[in-house]
Nanobody, 125 residues
Framework: QVQLVESGGGLVQPGGSLRLSCAASGSILSIAAMGWYRQAPGNQRELVASITSGGNTNYADSLKGRFTISGDFARNTVWLQMNSLKPEDTAVYYC???????????????????WGQGTQVTVSS
């Protein structure tokens, strides 16, 4: 199977910075894209940013300029640098791996998406 492990969340004051990391592990052959989503209480999960294995990035319009996504697909790892954090950035941040091709004992290979368990980011004074 494949696992995504996130780290780097925590409590930060408004205006501060955090860097989230997500590493995918398992019998992975390739990943098409990785990204970060977030979900605040009472809200739907929303895209924060994504990056393809070719290096193309996509950001939520409201976050451009403050958040930067980067990735190393040789290591199946993605990072999210978050600067100038605001209280409204408070949410659980989830890592996503899109179109993961991986080996399975049952069927040889399979292709699907995977999610991490999430990491809490709280922006508060």
């Amino acid at each position: 199977q494949v696992q995504l492990v996130e780290s780097g969340g925590g409590l930060v004051q408004p205006g501060g910075s955090l860097r989230l990391s997500c590493a995918a592990s398992g019998s992975i052959l390739s990943i098409a894209a990785m990204g970060w989503y977030r979900q605040a209480p009472g809200n739907q999960r929303e895209l924060v940013a994504s990056i393809t294995s070719g290096g193309n990035t996509n950001y939520a319009d409201s976050l451009k300029g403050r958040f930067t996504i980067s990735g190393d697909f040789a290591r199946n790892t993605v990072w999210l640098q978050m600067n100038s954090l605001k209280p409204e950035d408070t949410a659980v941040y989830y890592c996503n791996a899109d179109e993961v091709l991986y080996r399975t004992a049952a069927v040889g290979t399979d292709l699907t998406d995977f999610w991490g368990q999430g990491t809490q980011v709280t922006v508060s004074s």
